[in-house]
């Protein structure tokens, strides 16, 4: 079933072969959809063009979300190969590294407050008045990630849990605002995933075994059931979902304690 047959999607926040955004981009190829990739910087730039050329992407374009410009650029080459555009995938968020490590009184700081609200969180309602136009009338989708640390504390993520939780906001004032124009606004909390971004936290690879420990299904989860999960909500299938945060996180976030064994130990 080719869920997403013939829609236009921007996904925005490729790194690598490893990323969320490149399982995501996988899956909505798979079933059907028109995709364009966009990369950060030119660093970035063949990662990106070796992960879209396998999977039969052939546009792509730089840029860079914290600047306006280049997300307007983006739009206006987006224009001349589309008439009009049905999703925006949003998988970007950073902070700055020495903010990810330590206490969380101690290592925020008012410019990295300010960055991982910028990249993390403000880029997503950019992007989305941005994407307007070229929705219009589309019945379209914005889609983006966000972490449990939006609404639990998580050692060492710090600002990004501020970030997530802004972010989680936006969605839900998004659903509002282009629910007007007909277009649903979703995210998708995944568990953790060793991914360049997750790198950038002090510890992570504990956070990832102490996960798949806790976790009802036993296991962490992978690109491609957070790919298959935003293929669901990117398609007509999802049409009365709206405004939603999906955990795709094998239940971690329904825990409290692990095992009465855990605690006796």
Known sequence: MNLLENKNILIV?????????SGIAESMSKNGANIVLTYQNDRLKSNVEKIGNEIGVETFIPCDVSSDEEIESTFNQLGRKWDGLDCVVHAVGFAPREELDGDFLEATTREGFAIAHDVSSYSFIALAKAAKDMMKGRQGSLLTLSYLGSTKTLPNYNVMGLAKASLEASVRYLAVSAGKDGHRVNAISAGPIKTLAASGVKNFRKML????????????VTTKEVGDAATFLSSDMASGINGEILYVDGGFNITAMGSIEEAES
């Open 13 to 21: 926040g490729v790194a690598n072969k490893h990323s969320i955004a």
């Open 209 to 220: 075994s102490y996960n798949a420990e806790r976790s009802p299904s036993g296991r962490n």
